[in-house]
């Protein structure tokens, strides 16, 4: 018999504080719920139809040429689809730049699940999501390999060398993570304080009801 999927999460939990998840608040959700994403086409979609029907991962992002962001996409790219497929649960991540950036990045990353825009930065401004950075050094993400010299100027190359020079996004934003839906249910919100402060994947599928993946070697799979 085939097992059935994860029960979801139905607390709602915040990274920083588990009795109020500041950056979900029902009031914030309809609000950026209405709120326009853009896909690798161009094309729009609201928000909030991106887990109307379905819990849903969301991952908001610095910007496309964040070496930070870029690395912790890469382990992204390591889960695979039919974990998710089985758990009934979609992988979405969130940019700030213009959508013309969004299959470069996806190609860079080999990231191959959903992903969109936000160009105007309206979700981000609607969740509180933090602009500028708090101190990183006690601050150190499993996902990240690069050390800030050497990323950074990976990333500075990625800029020059593109077909225009931009950063692909506001270098002063932060990103964070969601588990939302279906609907209006917000079931956990991690709010970066800086470029290095991610959640832990495995972390977020656990709590989303997905196997957790051994990111050490992306063919392994941990059952919960």
């Known amino acids: ?3 059935l999927p994860a029960a979801p999460v139905t607390q709602q939990i915040d990274s920083r504080d588990p009795t109020r998840p500041s950056g979900g608040e029902p009031g914030e959700l309809r609000l950026a719920a209405r709120c326009l994403v853009v896909d690798g086409d161009g094309q729009k979609v609201p928000f909030g139809a991106l887990f109307r029907e379905h819990r849903a ?4 992002v610095r910007h496309f040429l964040c070496y930070t962001c870029k690395e912790y996409v890469e382990d992204l790219a390591k889960i695979p689809k039919n974990l998710l497929q089985d758990a009934k649960v979609r992988l979405i991540v969130i940019g700030q730049s213009s959508y013309h950036h969004i299959k470069p990045f996806c190609s860079l990353t080999g990231y191959h699940h959903e992903i969109y825009v936000d160009p105007e930065r309206e979700i981000y401004k609607i969740f509180g999501m933090k602009r500028g950075e708090a101190a990183t050094s006690s601050v150190k993400s499993p ?3 690069s050390n800030l010299l050497s990323g950074s100027i990976r990333s500075m190359w990625r800029a020059m060398t593109g077909p225009a020079f931009d950063f692909q ?4 934003q932060q990103g964070g ?3 939302l839906g279906p609907g ?3 079931h956990f919100v991690h709010l970066d304080k800086n470029r290095l402060d991610h ?4 972390t977020v599928l656990q709590l989303a009801g997905v196997k957790t ?12």
């Open 1 to 3: 018999m085939a097992d």
């Open 57 to 60: 991962i969301v991952v908001f």
């Open 143 to 145: 996902h990240v390999k």
């Open 169 to 172: 996004g506001d270098p002063a």
């Open 177 to 179: 993570a969601m588990i």
């Open 184 to 186: 209006s249910s917000v």
């Open 199 to 202: 959640a832990a994947i495995n």
């Open 213 to 224: 993946v051994n990111f050490t070697n992306k063919h392994q799979i941990i059952d919960i």
